[in-house]
């Protein structure tokens, strides 16, 4: 089954499978925009970030993999009466150019190893020099909880990872966490995450 068909499966119903509002770490960091700047939101899923990054002033690119998915971001945006350009993409290959986004928001994201490489290597480029790159994911140790991810350890993020990722960035923030969840019906409870927070260098 391909990634679009097993994820178009989860998404065929009217209820937001991650909620509507926003990832709590993404909320917490992201400045407000400043005139004409843009974001990028990959695999957004239900386009919970991309509505908020509008809502925070930016233009705002969010892509899914998944049709449903990207329908129900569409959906969401009209229903906050917010601007999102939101459309079906391979995040492994996004169709946009270099330095293109002042701002990347990645939320729970998780490839094999080959994949995310290039899932990192992708959204490095797109962001322009001075951007700023969000994430935040799950670890090895989110694997024995029950709130969502992946079990495979070889697709968990870990802080030491991210760092060699992003050498040369301006590391702002990158943090092992503890924390309950509590976004949206998939992702409750206790959960291990990393998060991260770095400028591109100019
Ligand atoms: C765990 S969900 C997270 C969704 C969203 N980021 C959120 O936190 O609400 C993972 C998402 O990645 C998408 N996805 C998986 N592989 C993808 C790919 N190669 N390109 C784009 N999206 C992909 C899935 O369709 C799904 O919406």
Redesign the pocket.
């Known amino acids: 089954m391909s990634?679009?068909e097993?994820?178009?499966q989860?998404?065929q119903t009217d209820e937001y499978?991650?909620?509507k509002a926003p990832?709590d770490f993404i909320k917490a960091v992201t400045p407000l925009a400043s005139a004409q700047e843009t974001a990028y939101?990959?695999?957004?899923?239900?386009?919970?970030?991309g509505v908020f990054l509008a809502h925070m002033g930016y233009q705002v690119t969010s892509?899914?993999?998944?049709e449903l998915?990207v329908a129900k971001a569409r959906a969401l945006a009209a229903e906050k009466n917010l601007s999102v350009n939101a459309l079906?993409?391979?995040?492994?290959?996004?169709p946009f150019a270099d330095n293109s986004f002042d701002l990347v928001a990645?939320?729970?994201?998780?490839?094999r190893y080959e994949?995310n490489v290039l899932?990192m290597e992708a959204n490095k480029r797109l962001l322009k020099p001075g951007g700023l790159f969000i994430l935040e994911g799950y670890t090895r140790d989110q694997i024995p909880c029950n709130s969502?991810?992946p079990k495979n350890p070889d697709m968990m993020l870990s802080a030491e990872g991210l760092c060699q990722t992003f050498s040369g960035y301006d590391i702002q923030l990158l943090q092992e966490v503890r924390r309950n969840l509590n976004?949206?019906p998939?992702?409750q409870g206790m959960a291990a995450t990393v998060q991260l927070l770095a400028k591109k260098p100019i």
Do not use: Q, T
């Open positions: 990634a679009s097993f994820w178009n989860k998404y499978i991650f909620g990832n939101a990959p695999a957004d899923g239900e386009g919970r970030n892509s899914d993999i998944a998915a079906v993409a391979d995040c492994l290959n996004p990645v939320c729970f994201m998780h490839f994949d899932f969502g991810g976004e949206g998939r992702h």
